[in-house]
């Protein structure tokens, strides 16, 4: 199957695109022998929309990530990126989607130019629009002046840069991203999180996961709370307050109230 | 037994528990009692295959007539062996690091953690050999005389000083060539030390008698100046091997004096190299040195694609071609071996010898490809089949095993070409059949834990070594023009065919979970099937 039409050249998608929301999970659920990591999760994200999943070590975030991104098959429910069905048709769905985990995927050995020409060539990324994303994207990141550098010495932030380009280069429109910002300082994470609000205002949706609070209550325009598999609080920041009945409370306040409430209700 | 926290002793212990662990993983996880049965029945077995060894031997050692020269060579390929062991345990010691870090950063003193470490090092040198001789020097004690069991301290002589010169070497080339470059160099030494005294000593038997007798006389004038005089330097461990007490004596207090000495002088290097060390990556590249600029190419197909960064891989990273190196370097004294035959022609010695490079070169770049993948994630979130990935790796495995196949192929084809011809043919079926078997049963791990990738999977590693074995008797058979050549490869295809039923990797159109990256033996292979 040709992978050579990226998003915005592949019509089918882009219309598609305009009547969808980008992410849709429907039941949702994955187990891992008797460990439920995933209970029944309904979410939707629409388009133009960055949506922040919160949750505790081991509530199934990142699973449920994995799972929309493919790398993991749910033993339920349905999941839908932008009205594509992503377990019948997981390569359509990869083709709108980027995954970027907690450790950043790199080859220690490769340059960041030659890193973005591989991956650009494993999304079918058009040779022109390849050369100027991957142009644009290492001058935003300002990773020009290691752009012919071995990756292999590079700090974490700068590995994260690095992967980050990769992950946009094929212009998403569904981006998964698990702990961004982790590990990285004040100045890289300022490029990272500018970077991904220009992309959620240029039309694309934003799923993340984050053990920065203060993350999320800046730059989320939804949130999600996920304890042990389930999702038990969505919405915006207002809106979670309203359902904790606790009008001026901080998000660190809310997710801790939800997470114990849940705790002590199991 | 316990020692006092923070003693010689008890990081000894420690160091040695590790080591015993890391040998248990070879056998899987096992109860106690299942791994005394296993090492009950496994001493049985060698004890019973050494006894013969044993009464073959026993008048070529002892008899007044026999040849010191043979015993010289002996003693000198074990020491060998034991510094080539010493040197890739040292590298490992200081690069792969474990956990030093903890160690160092306590108030312990450096030298006393040195020392610790060497002599768990000097243990793994002893155990690399003593393996297969001591039972050869139990079954002679039982059948001939007790001097057999003079083997037993000259090893623990020899493992000392071979673990003293393995650190000295590995340490010096640190501060010799810097902490980036002395990784590869020492990996390299090790190589040429453990591989290159076995070649040499089978290339001096392919020498006319004539040169052989004079070097003879020379091994012997050297390390024995009559036959009654023992106590030469060169003589020591050979006399020691035979059981005279006094050189037993000297050559263990030698080496406890050696090992003493190297732990004294080497200990505080040792701090300040493993400081160094920290960091510095498996190759001799400068940090932040600039890459050679090529024009990006963001036009080429995804076969290309894949191809060009795999072999970017292989060819940024020294440290493959070192264990690469290792491989040929082991298979070829069996080559040499089969040359000196005087009944086999040399087409027929060669042919085997490559065929079996082509297996174990195709087996291990493709487990490079395959499960020493960098980015397991990003193929697998990326909108291709995961058997076009497949496909693509492949194909790059190819070109390495073509490159280095081609020399000996050339020396073939100079012997005789249509020989050169269906080797070629078979060493393609060879590297095509073990790089298979690596896609089908990926066992994820880190790209330099390469050869130590078979703990992982006893199973794929007899696989691998039977169809390295099954294709050289095809080709051997296919030389011979006889129609059992149909044989092996018969039994290749049925074990590919059972390989690839049972296969764990997911289909066309599935995707393949990526495993976290652990060092290769630390972790089992683990793949979803969707």
Known sequence: MSVASSVVSNPEIAASARHWPALSLTGV??????????????????????YALLGTNGAGKTTTLRMIAGLLKPDGGQIRIFGIDALRDPIAAKRIT???????????????????EFVAGLWGVEPV????????LIEVLELGPHRHTR??????????????????????????????????????????????????RAGAAIILTTHILEVAERLADRIGIVDRGRLAAEGTLDELRSTAGHDRSTLEDLFLSLTRRDALAS | MTFTPGTFLWLLANDLKLNWRRFGDLIGRQSVARLLLIGLCGGTVLHLAAWPVAVWLSPRVYQADSAPASLVVLAICIFTWMVAQSLFASTRTLFDRADLDLLLGSPLPAARIFAAKAAGIAASAFGSVALLTLPVANAGALVDRVEWLGIYPALVGMALIATATGLAVSIGLFFLVGPRRARVYTQLTGA?????????AQVVAMLPVRFQAVLSDWLTSTTFSNAADVRSLFGLPVAALRGDVLSMCIVVVLGLMVFAAAVLCLGERFARANLAAAGAPADAREPGKQQKRTRPRFNSSLGQNLRRKEWRLLVRDPSLFTQLGLQIVYTLPVAVLLLRSETLPTALALAPTIVVIAAQIASSIAWITVSGEDAPELLASAPVAPATVDRGKLSAVALPVAVILALPLACLASVSLFAALITAVVAACAGASTALVNFWHPMPGSRRGMLRRHSQSKLIALVEHGFAILWAITIVFAMMGTWMTLSPIAVVVGVLFLCHTGHRRSSAGQT?????????????????QP
Not at chain 1, 29 to 50: S, W, Y
Not at chain 1, 129 to 136: M, V
Not at chain 1, 151 to 165: D, I, W, Y
């Open chain 1, 29 to 50: 659920r994955k187990t891992f022998g008797e460990a439920v990591a995933v209970d029944h999760i309904d979410l939707t994200v629409q388009p133009g929309e960055l």
């Open chain 1, 129 to 136: 629009k390849a050369q100027r994303s991957a142009d644009e």
């Open chain 2, 192 to 200: 040429i030390i453990g591989g290159g005294f076995m070649l040499g």
């Open chain 1, 151 to 200: 990756c292999e010495g590079f700090s974490r932030g700068m590995k994260q840069k690095v992967a980050l380009a990769g992950a946009l280069i094929h212009d998403p429109r569904l981006i998964m991203l698990d702990e961004p910002l982790t590990g990285i300082d004040a100045g890289i994470a300022r490029q990272v999180k500018e970077l991904l609000t220009a992309r959620v």
């Open chain 2, 512 to 528: 393949p979970s990526p495993a976290p990256k652990q060092p290769a033996g630390a972790m089992q292979a683990t793949l979803h």
């Open chain 1, 98 to 116: 980027a995954w970027l985990p907690d450790e950043p995927m790199l080859y220690d050995k490769l340059t960041p130019l030659e890193y973005l």
